[in-house]
DNA sequence: TTGTATGCGTTATCAG
DNA sequence: CTGATAACGCATACAA
């Protein structure tokens, strides 16, 4: 492996001339800066993270800790953020919060400590603790809020937009000439519940159609069982809707199934779209159409925003608050109602 | 933060027995070692990663390399991975292979050369690759064998029994009663369709029922479209079974739907169990039988595996062959046939 | 605009 | 059994 040094002979220059170009310092000839790029190129040199971080105490690591190690959204943006971190060339290493392990600030202290991580992301619920931002600023660790219920002022944060997202799936539902859309709601506690329910109404009642009532709004609390109570009521009403948006592909399939107790079709009979593209949304039949967060783009948004915070010496960037645009993923369980 | 000149210090040695004890050398008076130690907690020292490294050229990562991140095992394979690394103190490295990204063995290259790990996980469908396995051993890194079709003889892999949990999961049907089980079997390229359908023949023979046919067993190819089908066609047949094994949960879920449609109740009128245990399962309802893998353990088991290669100075440690026990998780689906 | 010299916290050599 | 000291590869204070 070839070491600055190796880089500086070739060159014909001295290292720290070699290690200005690395870091884009300036106080370098353009010409001798190019001879250097060139060097490094045919030695095909590569730093060491081992003597960098040794040298300046910062580590490559980016730490993530979360709560519920079984959601499958957790193990989603494991992955999209392994991928971001690898991309990056900077890694993960992740913690959990437990349940009895203490309060919430005792484990990111001791988090902390043990791994050395100077660069964080705070994911739901810890992302919406304040204590912990605070304390986080004060220690002057770089960090990054994902998807929290309300941006914090200094901080930078990243999110989608789920408001949006629901009212453009409702939105395609009424583009295939839906007018009695039924919508069963997630969980109330989460404010994503919230907001899904906001974006199908604002779609509906802009296209002049009456805001919908408790016979096509239902709680659904993304729990399969209720879900599927839900759609059947729904289903078995007098005016029944033509069809269902779930405000997650869990409650989707039971959507499914009660239309299959009911001897109907999707999306011949009635059209399905949930919301957060699982696994299976794919693969079930027919398959569904639905909202996919963006995962993958959040989690390099993080990465980015992280790396240019630390790459920053002048005290403290300043915060972005970004916002990413997800992707309706339209498949085959939705389709212009019957006559 | 601690170094080891501090604990040298305080117990009264130079650093070079503080680094004894630490890595357990031998020739240290058992009272100094005990003083060092000491020392060593009254500080809450640890030793510098970065310092160990840049001294040993060992890095702490350990790679892993798939081809498919979009599949659910492989999120759930991370997720499991990262943990385990988490708790070993060392940290997960990730790299794909691109569809067009040369030879298998030559992005196994770019990536050791890009990330300088020195261990290695290798998952399907790369595990069974002779030529990487060759390639890693004649480099000298330390490398485990995820799930792979064929155990190799000098190398270590870690799996799961598929042909014993079906078998298991199959029996756990019989002892309710059933004596006709149908059998959605996966895609026959895998090699694990073939052991969970083994092992669902060998349940019923053992009892002394007759051999399955093809009225009971057809191949579902891991499509939920295709399962589909397949449960209608046995559940809709002259003398449908009273139970069906699924050889993934998604395809359980296609029995489910394809049960709903036929106007059967699961599981009173007929019995559904699967395999992988989605997140889904637990969640739907009835909520599902199936069969755990232990992505966990597994994971564990690995990253054990390739602690103690490492630590191992004396050439190479013997390979391991580990069969990690699996999960029958027994939920809802499932129940006494009926009279 | 460029170079020299020192130290980050370990491990390892070699001499007691 | 123990210890002084030299690396490992990089960044930087300081000098030129």
């Given at each position: 492996m070839p070491t600055i040094i190796d880089v500086a002979k070739k060159a014909g220059v001295s290292i720290k001339t070699v290690s200005r170009v690395m870091n884009n310092q300036t106080n370098v000839k353009e010409t001798t800066r190019e001879r250097v790029h060139l060097a490094m190129e045919q030695l095909d040199y590569s730093p060491s993270d081992a003597a960098r971080q040794l040298r300046?105490?910062?580590?490559l690591a980016i730490g993530m800790l979360y709560s519920?190690?079984?959601?499958g959204y957790q193990s989603r943006l494991n992955h999209a953020m392994m991928q971001a971190c690898s991309d990056a060339g900077r890694y993960l290493v992740v913690g959990l919060f437990e349940e009895?392990?203490?309060?919430w600030q005792q484990q990111l202290e001791a988090f902390i400590e043990r791994t050395k991580v100077n660069n964080i992301i705070l994911v739901p619920p810890m992302c919406d603790s304040s204590i912990l931002q605070e304390y986080l600023f004060n220690r002057g660790i770089q960090f990054v809020l994902m998807s929290p219920s309300h941006t914090a002022p200094k901080v930078s944060s990243v999110s989608m937009d789920d408001q949006m997202a629901a009212r453009e799936m409702t939105q395609h539902l009424l583009d295939q000439g839906h007018k009695r859309i039924g919508h069963i709601a997630g969980d109330p506690a989460h404010i994503a519940s919230f907001l899904r329910r906001r974006g199908y109404e604002e779609a509906i009642v802009s296209m002049?159609?009456?805001?919908?009532g408790n016979d096509l709004v239902i709680d659904g609390q993304f729990d399969f069982r209720r879900a599927l109570a839900a759609a059947e009521t729904m289903l078995s009403g007098d005016n029944p809707p033509t069809a269902i948006f779930a405000a997650s592909d869990d409650m989707a399939a039971a959507a499914y199934m009660a239309a299959g107790r009911l001897g109907l079709?999707?999306?011949?009979d009635v059209s399905v779209v949930g919301f957060d593209n699982i696994s299976i949304a794919g693969t079930i039949w027919p398959s569904l159409t639905t909202v996919a967060q963006p995962f993958d783009d959040m989690a390099a948004e993080c990465i980015r925003i992280l790396r240019n915070a630390s790459s920053d010496d002048s005290s403290r960037p300043a915060p972005e608050l970004v916002v990413v645009p997800h992707k309706i993923i339209v498949r085959s369980s939705c389709t212009a109602p019957a006559n």
């Open positions: 300046t105490g910062k580590s519920d190690p079984s959601s009895h392990g203490g309060s002049g159609l009456p805001r919908p079709a999707v999306p011949d």
